[in-house]
Every structure is written in C-alpha cells, then in structure tokens.
T-cell receptor, first 112, second 110 residues
Framework: DADVTQTPRNRITKTGKRIMLECSQTKGHDRMYWYRQDPGLGLRLIYYSFDVKDINKGEISDGYSVSRQAQAKFSLSLESAIPNQTALYFC???????????FGEGSRLTVL | SQQGEEDPQALSIQEGENATMNCSYKTSINNLQWYRQNSGRGLVHLILIRSNEREKHSGRLRVTLDTSKKSSSLLITASRAADTASYFCAPNTGGFKTIFGAGTRLFVKA
C-alpha cells in the first residue's frame, strides 16, 4: 500500500458543487501539505498543517478550506467549485529532520 | 522557505547522453533536495545535499552545490528514455514550507 493515499484519483464536477479531496498517510508524519499543479507549471502550496490543531494558509488558499481530522488525515475542500480550479492536486507529508516530502499520486479535478 | 529556480525550462537529448539541469536560490540553506515527477504522477525524492557538502552521488545522479553562488546542478549520466520527466529543486532553509519552481522538463529520445 502507498504511504500517502489520495481519493478520489479523478473527479469531474460542475461549477458550484462542493468537492472534498481526501488524503491519508501511514508514515506517522505530523506535517501535511496540499499543493495544486496546473499544466506545465510547478506546484503551488494551498494549505499546510503541523498537527491537528495547526492549520496554515499557503500561497493560494482562496476558494479552498481544509480539515485535519487526525494525524493521518488531511482533507481539502472546494466549497463552490469553479472552472479555474481545474487542476492536479497533491497531498504530501514531511517528517522531522531533512524536510523530505512524500507525495501522494494526485487527484485530478475537472470543473465544468 | 524559498523557491528554487530551475534552468533550462526544457531539455531534449538522445538516449545515452548526459543531462544537466541547474537550480538557483536566493538565501542561505540547510540543504537542497531534487525531486522527479513523471507525467501526471506525484513527485518522488531523488537526492538531498547538505549545505556543507559540495558533491553527492546516487547511481547515475550527481548533484553539486555551490553555496557561494547559491546554485546547484543535477547531472544524469547515460540518460534513458525512462528518465523523461520533470525535475524540481527544493532549497530548504529550515522552515516548514517547501516551495517549488516550474521545474525542468527533460525529454530523452530513444
């Protein structure tokens, strides 16, 4: 099983719908991250969390919200999806020490 | 946290050739990491070089770090078609955010 699991892997939805992307990890890491990637571009940080009581905004948090339900679970929500939120979304975890990130396989979201 | 800037944006080479990509950053770092992303997949950590190291090897990968120039390079020797991917550097200043640049897109022609 993958260390960082994202669900769903693919989702097509309509403008205005609420969408939740889920991430779970088995690495025991406290730090978890949500990134967004648009075609041909790098990753932009949406939100990050140090533990269940600590949530921080990243570069592009507008239009998104997150929930850290447990150390192992970090969910990203789009309250009212819009077409320019069509992108590939990645969850990542980070352990102490070197700062190496471990990524999930991504959730491809299309908003029509 | 800070963003690394990769150069070139894209690189196309023949199988068997070496591929070199560069990363520049702005402030002092604790370490610098390189990641690979196959098309549409999650990033995978390749190698980490600490600020007190100048060169590091891992298989066909060679990473150098020049802290005086605030730059790093990733060399892939004897490239294979399977090396086709995007490569990202991530300078780590000890903060908790990792910011990625646009990466270098490497295409290895068989």
């Amino acid at each position: 099983d993958a260390d960082v699991t994202q669900t769903p892997r693919n989702r097509i939805t309509k403008t205005g719908k609420r969408i939740m992307l889920e991430c779970s990890q088995t690495k025991g890491h406290d730090r978890m991250y949500w990134y967004r990637q648009d075609p041909g571009l790098g990753l932009r940080l949406i939100y990050y969390s140090f533990d269940v009581k600590d949530i921080n905004k990243g570069e592009i948090s507008d239009g998104y919200s997150v929930s850290r339900q447990a150390q192992a679970k970090f969910s990203l929500s789009l309250e009212s999806a819009i077409p320019n939120q069509t992108a590939l979304y990645f969850c990542a975890t980070r352990g102490l020490g070197t700062g190496e990130l471990f990524f999930g396989e991504g959730s491809r979201l299309t908003v029509l | 946290s800070q963003q690394g800037e990769e150069d070139p944006q894209a690189l196309s080479i023949q199988e068997g050739e070496n591929a070199t990509m560069n990363c520049s950053y702005k402030t002092s770092i604790n370490n610098l990491q390189w990641y690979r992303q196959n098309s549409g997949r999650g990033l995978v950590h390749l190698i980490l070089i600490r600020s007190n190291e100048r060169e590091k090897h891992s298989g066909r990968l060679r990473v150098t770090l020049d802290t005086s120039k605030k730059s790093s390079s990733l060399l892939i020797t004897a490239s294979r078609a399977a090396d086709t991917a995007s490569y990202f550097c991530a300078p780590n200043t000890g903060g908790f955010k990792t910011i990625f640049g646009a990466g270098t897109r490497l295409f290895v022609k068989a």
